[in-house]
């Protein structure tokens, strides 16, 4: 078994600076699980504390059914990739990838078989004699990758290895340690800030936010049902739109009013917020779940809303919009032949099935 567990695990820098808040995680078996959040948050930390460079303050930590508080790093069964590769400059690529298992005394046919099984999984047997220097940036990143196999761990563990990597070698390498993973059947942790990676490649979610979890989830319930409003806006690209407002009823209605525009709430969504009317709450729509009034054939008058345009950047298969309704700020989602222009004043409607509502003074979910 090479689950991961942590029990209440906190830690602390200095005096006072908590890093990590009492974290209660399991990693299942096999699973791959990437920690997600933006910078300071304490995911690097957190996987630090497992691989054992950096001490625990507070609580437990569990390899498979052993506690690893006071164990060494290289004693664990895991295996490390840095965002930096780490590779020794005057190796070739054959010595990066031994280094570790010589110095673990492992026969050189051992060795040997091992590089080249890891060197055939990983697309690198004509680099072998090679060294870093003469490699590309995702080349030295699959030699990295190549060292960790190598070792055959019970549990691998990434720290942003792809933050280097021009956008399109990041989509490809993304795909590539995907299909690692379903050829290694090893337990993986992976680190970043691009929550687009975490979406792409995590079995499921952990979501931090000042070294506190917020959420742990797979990617759908995540993007679904977040827990509070800071997973709804961090999970997503573009983000998701918040607008303040009041919950109104009238006439066995329940309606949203911004302010500068009221929509009606889905029957469903109405029953769920009559206990917030008359009272201030926060409104969640995603950009996609936005559309141009002008492409759409039914009409909508109880979902739409005006607002007039500062940005538009086509993106080749769709157009994103930024505008405003006065009061609040509006990302739409819309088709890539939309013809809207800067300075258009646009009605845009809302897919009343898809928002969210989250309560203004807690950010927690409502409905």
């Known amino acids: 078994m090479s689950e991961v567990l942590l029990k209440n695990v906190t830690k602390v820098f200095g005096s006072d600076v908590v890093a990590v808040k009492n974290a209660n995680l399991k990693v299942e078996d096999k699973e791959f699980m990437v920690l997600v959040g933006p910078s300071g948050c304490g995911k690097s930390t957190t996987l630090r504390m497992i691989a054992g460079l950096e001490e625990i303050t507070e609580g437990e930590l569990f390899i498979g059914d052993r506690l690893v508080n006071d164990v060494a790093p290289k004693d664990r069964d895991i295996a490390m990739v840095f965002q930096n590769y780490a590779l020794y400059p005057h190796m070739t690529v054959y010595d990066n990838l031994a280094f ?25 047997g004509p680099l072998l004699e090679r060294k870093p220097k003469a490699l590309s940036g995702g080349q030295r990143q699959r030699v990295a990758v190549g060292r960790a196999i190598v070792r055959k761990p019970k549990v691998f563990l990434f720290d942003e290895p792809l933050s280097n990597l021009d956008a399109k070698l990041r989509v490809q390498m993304r795909a590539e340690l995907s299909k690692l993973h379903q050829r290694l059947e090893t337990t993986i942790i992976y680190v970043t800030h691009d929550q687009v990676e975490a979406m792409t490649m995590g079995d499921r979610i952990c979501v931090l936010r000042d070294g506190v979890i917020q959420q742990v989830d797979d990617p759908i319930t995540l993007y679904d049902k977040p827990v509070n409003k800071f997973v709804a806006g961090f999970i997503g690209s573009p983000a998701m739109n918040f607008m303040d407002g009041k919950i109104e009823e009238g006439s066995g209605r329940v309606y949203f009013n911004e302010g500068n525009f009221r929509v009606r709430l889905t029957d469903e969504m109405a029953n769920a917020m009559r206990p917030y009317a008359g009272k201030e709450v926060t409104f969640g729509a995603r950009p996609e779940d936005i559309k141009n009034k002008a492409s759409i054939s039914e009409s909508f008058p109880e979902s739409t809303i005006r607002v007039n345009l500062e940005v538009v950047e086509p993106m080749g298969s769709e157009i994103i919009l930024y505008g405003n309704t006065g009061k609040s700020f509006i990302t739409a989602r819309v088709d890539a032949h939309d013809r809207s222009k800067v300075g258009d004043s646009v009605d845009l409607v809302l897919h009343m099935g898809k928002v969210h509502f989250f309560d203004p003074e807690t950010e927690k979910f409502i409905v």
């Open 100 to 124: 570790g298992l010589r110095l673990r005394k492992f026969k050189k046919s051992e060795i040997d078989a091992r590089v080249r099984e890891a060197a055939d999984i990983l697309d690198i």
